[in-house]
């Protein structure tokens, strides 16, 4: 493989420092770094070495395959409590009239919609609102697999689980073992941001903490189950936070085995607090996913979310250790969106997604939630008449 040229050169480069030899070794020989070798990765790796490695990584653990999978968005409400400064998704309660409301009935009806649709999954996540509680959820769930047994419900994130929970008086076990009662299949990996407090404090204060965000995790991995894992990167944030936040999953991670992907997401600074902010450049998100790739090795999966950073970057980063786009998403979701995200319109059919993977030489492969494989398009041919035309647009309740 390329990747393998590429890194036997690397690590005979004389013109290399200690500990960049010394990562390019390690990586060569399947054997984790550092934090002190990250934290230098971040300062002094540049981006062809660190895509190196982190594409020989990729290769060994996925060789040409680049994942997708085929879902939709399903977001109950935009009003929240919580007042985030990178947010420019929510309104507060006092502003709920700018946002939406959904009942029950309402979000049963939009899971309706895709009943003659091939998608495999749906993605639930929003705001935090009192009647959004324990009952509401368990309710939904087990309406959504009662209506369709098949669709894999993957919702909710720490920050709406410890409002719930909390709300409802038991126990994080307790909690995750009543959603996984109820029909939850897996958690989606949002509401990390960056845990170290001190960062964490000033732009998402009064939500969970990042030691609770990881014990919500623990308590569904304990349960048997799976769960991704973000950060929020590319604000105000320095790379020593980026480097403690990777090492709390990775040493998460080593414990439980339940993390599936890790997806960082870019700050946008679009109609937020932290307008003022400067978002990160193309070169710095591909280094970030590069080095995420290196120091993560316990995780499967580095995934790009191509409506934040848009199509040409999520197909740059296939080459920086990156082996999934997410899917065709069906976008009621605003929450990148409305921060400025490149895909103002985030839908593609299958063909195109299929399109982008193949235009920089992958192997699309159509997955289902926890990675089984559901088609392998290496030897596909679209006719017009096959083509997918592209989901259903889901309306905007405002109450």
């Not at 934290?39 to 997708?68: M, P, V, W």
């Not at 939904?140 to 098949?150: E, G, N, V, Y």
């Not at 400067?278 to 290196?294: K, P, V």
């Amino acid at each position: 493989m390329e990747s393998s040229k590429n890194i036997n050169q690397i690590v005979a480069d004389k013109t290399l420092d200690a500990t960049l030899q010394t990562v390019a070794k390690k990586v060569m020989a399947g054997e984790r770094i550092t934090e002190a070798e990250g934290l230098y990765l971040f300062e002094h790796g540049d981006l062809g070495y660190l895509g190196s490695l982190a594409n020989f990584i990729r290769e060994r653990k996925h060789g040409n395959r680049t994942y997708f999978n085929r879902n939709f968005h399903l977001e109950p409400t935009n009003v929240c409590l919580y007042t985030c400064s990178f947010c420019s998704y929510s309104r507060l309660i006092k502003k709920r009239s700018e946002g939406w409301e959904y009942t029950m009935e309402e979000m049963m009806d939009l899971i309706k919609k895709y009943d003659d649709e091939p998608v495999t999954e749906v993605h639930i996540v929003g705001g935090v609102l009192p009647q959004y509680d324990l009952k509401f959820y368990t309710d939904l769930f087990k309406s959504i697999k009662a209506h369709r047994p098949d669709l894999h419900v993957k919702a909710l994130t720490p920050v709406e689980y410890h409002y719930i929970f909390k709300k409802a008086k038991v126990t994080y076990e307790e909690g995750m073992k009543l959603m996984k009662e109820a029909g939850l299949d897996s958690m989606p990996g949002g509401g990390a941001e960056i845990f170290h407090p001190e960062i964490r404090d000033e732009i998402a204060g009064g939500k969970c903490s990042g030691e609770e965000w990881l014990a919500i995790h623990r308590a569904w991995h304990n349960l048997g189950m799976r769960s991704n894992a973000t950060m929020l990167y590319g604000h105000i944030e320095q790379f020593k936070h980026r480097i403690h936040h990777l090492e709390a999953l990775r040493s998460l991670q080593e414990e439980t085995g339940g993390f599936q992907t890790f997806i960082p997401l870019k700050f946008r600074n679009k109609g937020n607090q932290m307008s003022h902010v400067a978002e990160s450049t193309i070169i710095e998100d591909l280094r970030n996913y590069a080095i995420s790739r290196i120091y993560l090795d316990n995780f499967d999966h580095i995934k790009a979310y191509w409506p934040m950073i848009g199509r040409d970057t999520a197909q740059l980063s296939l080459a920086f250790g990156v082996d999934d786009i997410d899917g065709t998403i069906d976008d009621t979701t605003k929450i990148y969106t409305m921060a400025g995200s490149e895909e103002q319109s985030p839908s593609m059919n299958t063909q195109e997604l299929v399109s982008l993977i193949r235009g920089v030489g992958r192997e699309a492969i159509e997955r289902d939630t926890l990675y089984n494989v559901v088609k392998d398009y290496k030897d596909h041919v679209f006719a017009e008449d096959t083509i997918y035309k592209g989901y259903v647009s889901l309306p905007v309740v405002n109450k």
